[in-house]
């Protein structure tokens, strides 16, 4: 079950600012990624549900981190069904992200007292996913979306807090854009645990970006 309360994980999120977004079958180079980003700061990362057996490394994955990185805090994302949530919630998940709304997926995770984080794309979608209980709203894909949507949106619903991912990236100019339009936290996936990185294992690199991404972030939000 979850180690982490829903209220600790959003407060964690609107702290740290960034959750870098991650999958790969092999479970040894997993390790060694969530050691970087926890090395560089991070103290969230989604573990993006995809491929076979994808539970099975998200499970090594949590037991890892509750062994080694303490207060590392462990979620899931492209979860896409009630079923899904629930086995994740099972293996630990302390939070859950998926890519469109899910009204299934929202009883569960209320039911355990999870915090889940709806994939949203208009204000409708929003005021029901808050409605339902969502406290940080994901805006995806938000690279269709961009800075401007959150700065219309935040007018009129200040109380939104949105979490954008797709088409965040490490540069401080992007950083800017998208805090200064007023989300809550940034989900950062190859733009910053890139193929690259993943292929070289250049995992001290990786603790580097990391390190830099919330250092911006925490002087963009100044």
Request: with cysteine; charged share 25%; proline share 4%.
């Amino acid at each position: 079950m979850a180690k982490f309360k829903r209220i600790e994980v959003a407060m964690a999120m609107q702290e740290i600012g960034m959750i870098p977004l991650f999958f790969h079958s092999d479970v040894e180079l997993g390790k060694n990624v969530i050691k970087a980003c926890y090395a560089g700061g991070a103290r969230l990362l989604e573990f993006t549900s995809r491929g076979d057996f994808a539970h099975e490394v998200f499970a090594e994955l949590n037991k890892y981190a509750l062994q080694e990185l303490p207060g590392m805090i462990m979620g899931v994302g492209s979860v896409t069904d009630a079923g899904a949530a629930s086995l994740y919630m099972q293996l630990g998940a302390n939070f859950i992200v998926t890519p469109v709304l899910r009204e299934d997926i929202a009883i569960v995770c209320n039911r355990r007292k999870v915090l889940w984080s709806a994939g949203c794309g208009s204000l409708t979608e929003i005021a029901r996913a808050e409605e339902l209980g969502c406290e940080i709203v994901k805006l995806f894909p938000g690279s269709s979306y961009g800075p401007g949507f959150v700065k219309a949106i935040k007018g009129p619903c200040p109380w939104t807090d949105i979490m954008p991912t797709g088409g965040v990236s490490t540069e401080e100019s992007n950083l800017r854009g998208w805090f200064e339009a007023g989300v809550t936290c940034v989900g950062m996936g190859s733009k910053l645990i890139s193929r690259e990185i993943l292929t070289q294992k250049d995992f001290a690199r990786l603790e580097d970006d990391v390190r830099k991404t919330l250092a911006i972030i925490k002087s963009v939000r100044n």
